[in-house]
């Protein structure tokens, strides 16, 4: 008998915050229940599997992702654009580090939830590349190397790899004003500008 309260979505909540705790590749189902007060067994009246939950967080995730993200794009272009983009992906990763992770997964090509989440997280990213002309293939090429920087960076700092005193803000605002200048480069119907640090 399902336990009055509980459904689906909030064993997901649930499951999203041991997530971002424990870690996405290490939380488990007894941990989800304990954070609910209920017995084990009680979650399989609202969930499948391990790997079902996982799927559920990862559809939450990108969700969240893209909702953040376009906030950030919302009345900005370029390297405006870019810069409140990768400064909400950058915080969105080090705020909710289990999420994120399930953000990393490619979607299942015949999760229609899941491949929706990720395209509204791609939507926005378009819509950021389309202010540098770039469209097509040209458009994903940027997008990969751009998810490959910030990721890279997200993954870097979450395991505290910045160790020298440096400033981390200072050079994620150079490596996005980089990363706005090769875009620059690519688009034909404008001088490259620069985008102060």
């Not at 909702?67 to 370029?78: D, E, I, Q």
């Amino acid at each position: 008998m399902p336990r009055a309260g509980l459904d689906r979505s909030r064993v997901v909540a649930a499951a999203a915050v041991v997530a971002d705790d424990a870690g996405f590749e290490r939380f488990t189902l007894a941990m989800v229940a304990k954070s609910l007060g209920v017995r084990l067994p009680s979650l399989y009246n609202h969930i499948e599997s391990l790997e079902a939950l996982r799927g559920e967080i990862a559809i939450q995730a990108m969700n969240e992702l893209a909702g953040v993200l376009s906030s950030a794009a919302a009345g900005r272009s370029r390297g405006e654009a870019l810069h409140a983009v990768a400064h909400a992906y950058r915080e969105y990763a080090l705020k909710c580090p289990g999420r994120y992770s399930a953000t990393i997964r490619a979607p299942i090509p015949d999760d229609a939830k899941h491949n929706a989440a990720a395209s509204a997280v791609l939507d926005v990213m378009l819509a950021v590349l389309r202010g540098y002309n770039l469209e097509g293939d040209d458009a994903v090429d940027a997008i990969r190397a751009i998810r490959a920087a910030m990721h890279g960076w997200a993954e870097l700092e979450k395991g505290g790899a910045f160790g020298m005193p440096q400033d981390v803000n200072r050079s994620y605002q150079r490596l996005i004003t980089g990363i706005h200048a090769t875009l620059s480069l690519h688009d034909r119907s404008r001088p490259a500008e620069p985008l102060s640090v």
